[in-house]
């Protein structure tokens, strides 16, 4: 039987395919459908990162900015047959209120409180 990648060096096969899907939720729950694909290992996403999603779409929405926090990762490794396989990052985030919009929310806050 033929070991894969047997002729590479130190055994490690170098990535080919590789991509993070992004899906927004309201609830905590996987939609079926992720809101981007990037197609790259976005390896530095970690759960509660904060990110900026603008959306480039042509509607009426287009150049929109949504503030979202990552609440869970799923990296999955997808093994094909052939010489390589691919990484896939699945990234849940939920939309939360920008830096600006909680600092206005906390002043009216203390304003309220006196």
């Known amino acids: 039987m033929k070991k894969p990648f047997r002729k590479l ?46 959306d480039l ?8 900015v949504a503030h979202v926090r990552v609440i869970e990762v799923r990296p999955e490794i997808h093994i094909s047959t052939g010489r390589y396989s691919q990484v896939i990052r699945r990234v849940l985030v939920v939309e939360v209120p920008s830096m600006e919009r909680t600092n206005e929310l906390a002043e009216e806050a203390l304003r309220e409180q006196g």
């Open 9 to 54: 060096q130190e055994g490690i096969p170098p990535v080919r395919y590789e991509a993070t899907y992004i899906y927004l939720t309201e609830d905590g729950t996987w939609p079926r459908n992720p809101i981007a694909i990037i197609p790259k290992d976005l390896s530095w996403i970690e759960e509660d990162t904060f990110l900026q999603i603008r």
């Open 57 to 64: 779409r042509p509607s009426s929405q287009m150049g929109e």
